[in-house]
């Protein structure tokens, strides 16, 4: 079975080695800004995440925290960090407190520094297929296909969840790729008859066990993004009997999720270029 298995734990290492290679050679260490508002704890243990392998590929990291703030006063701050050459990389990390706009404050972050990805700017540029730092976990995504070689162009694509965060991009970065892709959301009549037609399904849904074998293609690869914690055990969106019938499926947890973070610490250098 190991064979089938997409491993992103692995490629996120091999990465990882690369990029420290490529830091090392760099006149000046580069830094990477993380803003966080409130007390989520979530947010406490993804900042932290951030934080140790910024220090691990060597990078400067700052967690700029705030208790509370108002919506201005925080575009304010990140206008700063905008004009400050000192900053490579600026992160808002999410979700921020109800007070706060959040679109607002993401869109203030300079398309130059949006390691994230995530303002308008950016993603009207991945729309128009003009260089620009991706997504995260998309970017992951299209990492984990290349590393191996599979090959998009006029495949039959379908991308389950359409949000701005993984679906909506991996559409775009696809359809520039010469795929032919379906994306599907809740209000998809019939999901199965979309899956079940896919040589590459992708999903990002957030709901354990969505796709069952039943939905899937002889042969399919699938690629899970969804991470759900039941009892203290992480799931993906795919039901894990799906890879009897894949030929390659990544795994909940060692899939997409560590290409995520590295794909942010690629997009730290890639800013600071
Ligand atoms: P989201 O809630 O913003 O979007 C979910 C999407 O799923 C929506 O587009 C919605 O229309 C669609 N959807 C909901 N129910 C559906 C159904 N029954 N059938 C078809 N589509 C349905 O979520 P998100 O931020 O895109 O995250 C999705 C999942 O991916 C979550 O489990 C999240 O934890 C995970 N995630 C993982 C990583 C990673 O690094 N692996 C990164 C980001 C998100």
């Given at each position: ?77 990140i206008e ?102 379906t994306l ?25 066990g969505l ?63």
């Amino acid at each position: 079975m190991n064979e089938k298995i997409i491993d992103g734990k692995k490629i996120s290492l091999e990465r990882k080695e690369l990029l420290k290679e490529k830091i090392a050679k760099l006149s000046s260490k580069l830094t990477l800004v993380v803003i966080s508002v409130g007390d989520n704890p979530a947010s406490k243990v993804y900042v932290g995440q951030k934080e140790k392998m910024a220090q691990e590929v060597g990078y400067n990291f700052k967690n700029l925290h705030f208790d509370v703030i108002t919506t201005s006063d925080l575009i304010k701050e990140i206008e700063e960090l905008n004009k400050d050459s000192s900053i490579t990389g600026i992160i808002v990390q999410l979700p921020l407190p109800s007070n706060i706009d959040k679109d607002k404050v993401l869109n203030s972050v300079s398309s130059l520094k949006d390691v994230d990805g995530l303002t308008n700017n950016s993603l009207l540029k991945l729309v128009k297929n003009e260089h620009s730092l991706i997504p995260c976990t998309p970017k992951g995504v299209m990492t984990l296909l290349d590393s191996y070689k599979i090959d998009v162009i006029g495949k039959r694509i379908v991308i389950v969840g359409r949000s701005e965060l993984v679906g909506l991009p991996l559409f775009h970065l696809l359809l520039h790729r010469n795929a032919t892709v379906t994306l599907c959301h809740s209000k998809t009549k019939d999901l199965k008859s979309y899956t079940r037609e896919a040589d590459i399904l992708i999903v990002a849904v957030g709901k354990k066990g969505l796709i069952t074998k039943d939905m899937v293609k002889d042969n399919a690869i699938i690629i899970d993004v969804g991470i759900n914690r039941v009892d203290g055990k992480l799931y993906g969106d795919v039901d894990a009997a799906c890879i009897d019938k894949a030929s390659l499926m990544t795994p909940v947890p060692g899939g997409v999720g560590p290409m995520t973070v590295i794909s942010l610490m690629e997009n730290v250098y890639e800013a600071g270029k």
